[in-house]
């Protein structure tokens, strides 16, 4: 019998040890379960995190590709603006070389202008000697005229 109690007390001692392993173990458990929550809380928030410095990383990039979109716009802008400032150079220098040829032109034209006016002054004194000459012509013709017509009646 007294290895009975002996075992039941070894038995008894044994559980209440188990038993506070348990509540140790239990407690334990407890804590990692809180802790297992915390950490799937604070994992939850990182993930979130994660897809916005994901979604602010796929911005920048498109942002960058933007970037470099509008710099190679940029220079094909800035060489297509040097062809018309060059362009418009030629053309100011062309401009500026028929006004040039306007100006000799216009210069002949009005010395071509007194020329003519001169002709044209010399050409209607022509006509009006022309004209005294027909008109003393004509009298002449008609005093001959006359003077045969008369040496005809005689």
Not at 6 to 22: F, I, N, Q, R, Y
Not at 76 to 85: A, I, K, N
Not at 120 to 131: G, H, I, L, Q, S
């Amino acid at each position: 019998m007294n290895q009975l109690r002996l075992e039941a007390d070894e038995a008894s001692t044994k559980v209440e040890e188990l038993t506070a392993k348990v509540k140790v173990l239990e407690q334990e458990n407890m804590t990692k379960e809180q802790e297992i929550t915390s950490l799937q809380h604070k994992n939850g928030v990182l993930e979130s995190e994660v897809e916005k410095l994901e979604e602010t990383v796929t911005g920048l990039k498109r942002a960058a590709a933007e970037s470099d979109e509008h710099g190679t716009k940029n220079e094909s802008l800035t060489r297509r603006l040097q062809l018309l400032e060059d362009e418009a150079e030629k053309a100011d220098k062309t401009l500026r070389e028929t006004n040039e040829r306007l100006r000799q032109t216009d210069v002949k034209a009005g010395h071509l202008e007194r020329q003519v006016k001169a002709l044209e002054m010399e050409r209607d004194n022509w006509e009006a000697k022309y004209e005294e000459m027909a008109a003393k012509y004509n009298k002449v013709n008609k005093e001959l005229e006359d003077f045969q017509q008369s040496l005809g009646d005689i």
